[in-house]
């Protein structure tokens, strides 16, 4: 039998230029969006940004994603992934167009 903890620790969603910090994104997910699908992400995101606690698993980057995806109208994978990187993998596939 196993005990799993996790302990929340402080956190916030932040505006981070890509090109300040040098990031190079492995996956994008581009999305043209309706007015009533973009009101939906944007409320998602005030939610997030009145989040003060980050917990692995629970409240981290992959629950971020799933939340503005599904908020979307995006079909999302399930949290059998370690990390991050498989889990937009999966959700870009699920999403391509056909």
Request: aromatic share 10%; charged share 20%.
């Amino acid at each position: 039998m196993y005990t799993f903890i996790v302990k929340g620790v402080a956190g916030a969603i932040t505006n981070e230029d890509r090109a300040t910090l040098r990031l190079h994104p492995v996956h994008e997910i581009i999305a043209d969006l309706d007015s009533s699908r973009y009101r939906a992400a944007l409320g998602m995101l005030v939610r997030w940004q009145g989040q003060t606690e980050y917990r692995l698993g629970f409240n981290d980057c992959v629950t971020f994603a799933a939340e503005m995806a599904r908020a979307v109208g995006m079909s999302v994978p399930n949290r059998q992934f370690r990390d991050p990187i498989d889990y937009l993998a999966a959700m870009i596939a699920n999403n391509r167009p056909t």
